[in-house]
């Protein structure tokens, strides 16, 4: 503290003393507005419809999003809403859905691209629908014609058991076991002639469907709506 001025600076002590006052005054308005504004706004859309603004969160949008706004007014980031545990649960469980849908959209369309760029016209499907059947039939007549030759000797067998049918079990053990593999061997071929059956009608079934999704294709590139084409089928 300065209690006394010495004579030869009576004229400076006044203007010192003045100086050192603004000195104090301009430190305690700076230590005012040192501290920082407000940097973010929040701004919603409450349930009942009104525009809510605030420099924090609002608590009548915590069940909805709310815009985090920069000094300029532009959005800065996305808040909320605050979800109840069962609320997450649906919203993710709807997130996952919606993916789901997404994957299965971009599958679908990645099938109709292979789908066009293997089958251009309806004579290549004709073509490849013809060699897929044909292969199958080339397989089931093998099974056929080892039906006829099982079936022969099924009955060499039988002619020989003729002679033990008021009891069988007198016929030789050799002979027996032969007419066991015979109706085993008769019993597989049955099968697997069913099962090409079945592959017939699984590679029909399949070129059919992907038929009426190619006229559906085909109609498009030509530019011809596709609910025309699809009744076509």
């Given at each position: 503290m300065i209690s006394v001025c010495p004579q030869h600076l009576e004229h400076a002590c006044p203007r010192l003393v003045a100086?050192?006052?603004?000195?104090?005054?301009?430190?305690?308005?700076?230590?005012?507005?040192?501290?920082?504004?407000?940097?973010?706004?929040?701004?919603?859309?409450?349930?009942?419809?009104?525009?809510?603004?605030?420099?924090?969160?609002?608590?009548?949008?915590?069940?909805?999003?709310?815009?985090?706004?920069?000094?300029?007014?532009?959005?800065?980031?996305?808040?909320?809403?605050?979800?109840?545990?069962?609320?997450?649960?649906?919203?993710?469980?709807?997130?996952?859905?919606?993916?789901?849908?997404?994957?299965?959209?971009?599958?679908?369309?990645?099938?109709?691209?292979?789908?066009?760029?293997?089958?251009?016209?309806?004579?290549v499907h004709d073509k490849e629908r013809a060699v897929a059947l044909a292969q199958i039939g080339v397989v089931r007549q093998a099974a056929v014609n080892r039906v006829d030759e099982l079936q022969r000797q099924r009955a060499a067998v039988l002619d020989e058991m003729e002679f033990y049918k008021k009891d069988p079990n007198k016929a030789p053990a050799s002979v027996r076991r032969q007419l066991e593999e015979v109706n085993a061997s008769l019993a597989v071929q049955a099968r697997f002639i069913a099962e090409q059956d079945a592959e017939v009608k699984r590679v029909t079934f399949r070129f059919e469907e992907e038929l009426f999704r190619l006229k559906q294709l085909w109609s498009l590139q030509a530019g011809v709506p596709a609910a025309s084409a699809s009744k076509t089928r």
């Open positions: 100086g050192l006052l603004l000195a104090v005054l301009s430190t305690a308005s700076l230590g005012q507005t040192a501290r920082p504004a407000t940097q973010e706004i929040y701004t919603c859309v409450d349930a009942k419809g009104r525009n809510l603004t605030s420099d924090r969160p609002i608590a009548e949008c915590l069940d909805r999003e709310q815009k985090m706004l920069n000094p300029s007014g532009t959005v800065k980031a996305k808040v909320g809403p605050n979800l109840t545990a069962q609320e997450r649960s649906e919203l993710e469980a709807k997130e996952k859905a919606e993916f789901e849908e997404r994957a299965r959209q971009n599958e679908e369309k990645r099938r109709d691209r292979a789908l066009l760029v293997r089958y251009p016209s309806k004579t």
